[in-house]
């Protein structure tokens, strides 16, 4: 995999082609793994999630991925963008009135606080403050819960030990539930 | 909280999650030794973490829809007057036009303040681009020129419809503007001057029109010619990226028979584009026809037009037909039969629109005008004006009956224009003297050009100095000094002394050159005008190279201060511009002549010089995407290795640098993708093909950039 993003960020298409290709197998198991581990789970369609993200991967151009690092990272920042923007979508059409309700009802058992649904917005800006503090927490979560990587996988990405990955995970998951919930700890 | 404070927090929660439950208390005490706030938000934490349960344990998955209930058309023009948008209320239907709907509004807290409003047809923007707008949007609004009309805000009306804030200019097209004051050539000339101006403002800001065309152009009533629209048109353009495609995509530029070769071909668009446009405008404004005659302007024979065909100059443009009508202006003949220029008399020709005759605005056309026109418009990027600048200055010689560039030096050309030049004289105070050495040149004709050259009445070369004193003067070494003094660097002082005297060399040497280029053509008739071309776009080169290095020093770190001495004495030499050899020989004067490092290219400097611009533009700037922390990081980085990149010594290293700056850029953040954009166009042409594996971008970039800038060994194609 590696030597394919190489080859194709020398310009070889042939490597591009097998680089999608293999991103795309890879995705596609993290999208229907998520599909499975969703509540209501089954008009989820993670392929066209995938052509989705895939498709901003190469409008965003970013043909110089050297390692698999970034690719993931790209595709776990893209697949955050996605859904961010679809809950915000949601939102306005909700506040607007508009007669066109979209049924998208993301995650919301995992991202549910005492009870009341937490929106994908406040996580997402929640995760901008924690890139501000710990760029690499903030991608820990963006992985794992983005992009559905396993922690090994993530450790694999950033080149440290699962270990560290999963006390990171801890530690930012703590943090950002508490910005979720309106707390501010002093200082 | 302070990233001291949450860092302190973070580290302290992380120690105690690996002790066992026993020994946290104490690890606690030592932990926050008289600091109870931070001992409370650590137990808050410690908390937290059992208490947050399945929070985030589930990976987000969305459901598939896309929602495309987005598409909110515009409603039709008049129902929306009354409405609000933002604070403004919309007042009058002002246009319509292929991107949206303007309207005359008011602030409603100040009657006075009017500006336009243009709500953007949803059809004229995809969903993924509003993020872009936004962005864009503010880039936009930094765009400050008398000649630009301002964008001064934006936003989303409640129904998602996005609209822009604008300057309001109650103008005339400039095609109208002119022919309705029947201005004569100078002062169209003079208005082309002015949009000239404006797009090379833009440029200089990374902004490109894409859509010059006389409706964007509005002339107001003190004359003063305004851009509207200013980037709008790439902003939404349907294509991601620059692109805008006839064919591939069914899509067709906004306005084809102002759009560029390139354009039509669906390619990447540039400044030269915009430079083409004006060329277009340039060649209508002098001659009143447009430089194809296709009967559908927006059809696809127009794109074959565009693509194919070899214009005319504008002075074969002329008609012939309104000759005799123009000899007769004030009575058609009773009686004449109805085919003999039967609208003349309610119609003006183009022609009397400029106050000439036909006969006239030919020969007046024929020469400069039409060469200038020409290249404006080659249907290469690389052979029009390399920049905004060049297409004025162009312009302005022609105007000060100086020879232009665009045109091939014959004996017979160069006679004439300093005939000319000593006829009319830009002064009147000298028209005396000036008649009375004509009147002597004409007792000579024979040898005129040895005349000409020994008992020049004025010299036909400016006193230099004015184009590179606008980068090296008074208030630029003041400021250099003053920021190098700022670094508190020991020997900041010393350093700025001599650096500020190798300018002065620099400098020195830059004028005698560009005098000896100028008397070596004009005067000892020694290089050909297409050789005085060729020396001065490599003195052109040399100067953006100063210009570079000056603004590089105006944010000066260690490592400019440092190596600043080193960093003027390795600018490219100036003397070699004159060098004969390689001008008889139609290149450009060779450059690196030991292969030691150097700046890359002129075209190449000045997209270094562009992104540097961007990326200072960009600190700061804090979107949602991007903590300001990463910004001036990444900022920071950029910066970095432009100046190892610039000062040449660690090139490898200033590339790795910059891709690993990139890629820690939000991939979907547009800043993102223009600097990737802005590297690329800036290094790839800097770098070799030797460059090393390190650095992906500036191999990839060499490979696909090809033809697409101009080359260094070829020639201008004369017209």
């Known amino acids: 995999m590696t030597d394919l993003l190489r080859r194709w960020s020398a310009g070889e298409p042939q490597a591009f082609e097998a680089v999608m290709e293999t991103a795309y197998g890879h995705l596609h198991r993290i999208a229907r793994r998520q599909a499975w581990g969703e509540r209501r789970g089954h008009t989820l369609q993670p392929t066209a999630v995938l052509h989705e993200a895939l498709l901003r991967l190469m409008q965003a151009e970013v043909l110089a991925w050297s390692d698999r690092t970034h690719f993931y990272a790209v595709a776990a920042r893209t697949m955050r963008r996605i859904l961010v923007d679809y809950a915000r979508e949601q939102k306005r059409l909700k506040r607007g009135g508009?007669?066109?309700?979209?049924?998208?009802?993301?995650?919301?058992?995992?991202?549910?606080?005492?009870?009341?649904?937490?929106?994908?917005?406040?996580?997402?800006?929640a995760l901008v403050r924690l890139e501000g503090h710990h760029p690499r927490q903030a991608q820990v979560v963006e992985l794992r819960f983005f992009a559905g990587l396993t922690g090994e996988e993530i450790a694999d990405c950033l080149a440290t030990s699962t270990a560290t990955v999963q006390r990171e995970w801890r530690r930012a998951r703590t943090w950002l539930y508490l910005e979720l919930r309106g707390e501010r700890l002093g200082g | 909280?302070?990233?001291?404070?949450?860092?302190?927090?973070?580290?302290?929660?992380?120690?105690?999650?690996?002790?066992?439950?026993?020994?946290?208390?104490?690890?606690?005490?030592?932990?926050?030794?008289?600091?109870?706030?931070?001992?409370?938000?650590?137990?808050?934490?410690?908390?937290?973490?059992?208490?947050?349960?399945?929070?985030?344990?589930?990976?987000?998955?969305?459901?598939?829809?896309?929602?495309?209930?987005?598409?909110?058309?515009?409603?039709?023009?008049?129902?929306?007057?009354?409405?609000?948008?933002?604070?403004?209320?919309?007042?009058r239907f002002l246009g319509d036009g292929g991107m949206g709907t303007v309207y005359l509004s008011q602030r409603e807290d100040d009657y006075r303040q009017e500006v336009a409003i243009k709500l953007v047809r949803q059809s004229a923007i995809r969903p993924e681009a509003r993020r872009r707008l936004r962005t864009e949007r503010q880039a936009l609004a930094r765009l400050a020129h008398p000649n630009i009309a301002r964008l001064y805000d934006g936003g989303s009306t409640p129904e998602g419809v996005p609209y822009l804030v604008m300057e309001r200019v109650d103008g005339l097209p400039i095609d109208r503007f002119c022919d309705g004051h029947r201005l004569g050539l100078r002062k169209r000339l003079g208005l082309v001057l002015q949009v000239l101006d404006a797009v090379a403002h833009a440029h200089r800001h990374l902004r490109v029109h894409c859509d010059i065309k006389p409706s964007n152009i509005l002339v107001t009533g003190e004359g003063v010619p305004k851009l509207l629209d200013f980037g709008i048109a790439k902003l939404l353009d349907p294509v991601e990226g620059s692109d805008l495609a006839v064919t591939a995509t069914g899509l067709r530029p906004l306005t084809p028979a102002y759009a560029s070769p390139e354009q039509i071909e669906g390619s990447p668009i540039t400044a030269a584009s915009d430079l083409y446009s004006v060329g277009v405008l340039l060649y209508e404004l002098l001659c009143g026809r447009p430089p194809y005659d296709v009967d559908d302007a927006s059809g696809p024979a127009m794109g074959r037009a565009i693509l194919e065909t070899e214009p005319v100059p504008p002075s074969r443009r002329v008609s012939r037909r309104g000759r005799r009508w123009w000899r007769r202006p004030a009575k058609p003949q009773e009686g004449a039969p109805p085919t003999d220029s039967p609208k003349a008399p309610e119609v003006p020709s183009p022609e009397s629109r400029r106050g000439l005759t036909p006969r006239l605005l030919r020969s007046r056309l024929r020469g400069d005008l039409d060469a200038i026109v020409l290249k404006a418009i080659r249907k290469e990027p690389g052979q029009r004006y390399p920049t905004a600048e060049a297409f004025a200055t162009d312009i302005e010689r022609h105007l000060q009956a100086r020879p232009v560039g665009a045109r091939q030096g014959t004996w017979r050309y160069r006679a004439a224009r300093l005939l000319r030049r000593a006829v009319l004289p830009p002064e009147p105070r000298r028209r005396r003297e000036r008649w009375a050495w004509a009147g002597g040149l004409v007792l000579v004709t024979g040898l005129a050009s040895i005349a000409l050259s020994v008992d020049r009445p004025s010299n036909p070369c400016p006193i230099p100095g004015n184009e590179i004193e606008s980068i090296w003067n008074d208030s630029s070494r003041e400021t250099v000094r003053e920021v190098f003094l700022a670094t508190g660097l020991p020997f900041a002082a010393d350093t700025f002394d001599r650096a500020s005297a190798a300018i002065d060399r620099y400098v020195r040497g830059w004028n005698a050159t560009d005098l000896e280029i100028c008397e070596a053509t004009l005067v000892r008739g020694e290089l050909s005008t297409r050789e005085l071309y060729l020396g001065r776009l490599c003195l052109d080169g040399r100067r953006e190279e100063l210009r570079t290095l000056v603004d590089l020093f105006g944010h000066p770190d260690a490592h400019v201060v440092t190596d600043a001495v080193g960093a003027v004495n390795r600018l490219e030499e100036v003397a070699s511009c004159a060098d004969r050899g390689a001008l008889a020989a139609g290149r450009l004067p060779p450059e690196d002549p030991e292969g030691r490092p150097r700046l890359p290219p002129a075209n190449a400097t000045d997209e270094v010089r562009r992104l540097r611009i961007h990326v200072t533009q960009s600190v700061g700037r804090s979107g949602p995407e991007s903590t300001p922390r990463q910004e001036r990081w990444i900022a920071e980085s950029l910066r970095d290795a432009l100046v190892r990149r610039l000062i040449g010594r660690h090139p490898d290293r200033a590339c790795q640098l910059v891709t690993e700056a990139s890629s820690r850029l939000d991939p979907g953040l547009a800043l993102h993708r223009a600097l990737l954009r802005e590297i690329d166009d800036g290094w790839g042409a800097g770098e070799g093909q030797g460059a090393s594996p390190a650095c992906p971008l500036a191999l990839r970039t060499t490979r696909s950039r090809g033809s697409s800038s101009w080359s260094r060994s070829r020639p201008p194609r004369s017209p």
Request: aromatic fraction near 4%; hydrophobic fraction near 45%; charge should be negative.
């Open chain 2, 1 to 91: 909280m302070g990233d001291t404070r949450w860092r302190q927090m973070d580290a302290l929660f992380d120690a105690l999650l690996e002790l066992p439950e026993e020994e946290r208390e104490a690890a606690l005490d030592r932990g926050c030794k008289d600091d109870p706030e931070l001992r409370r938000a650590v137990e808050r934490l410690m908390a937290a973490e059992a208490e947050a349960g399945t929070f985030l344990a589930t990976p987000a998955v969305p459901r598939a829809a896309i929602p495309s209930s987005l598409r909110h058309a515009v409603g039709p023009a008049d129902d929306l007057v009354g409405t609000r948008v933002g604070p403004y209320r919309l007042v």
């Open chain 1, 98 to 125: 508009d007669a066109v309700r979209i049924p998208i009802d993301v995650a919301a058992a995992t991202l549910a606080i005492d009870g009341r649904p937490a929106d994908l917005e406040a996580l997402d800006a």
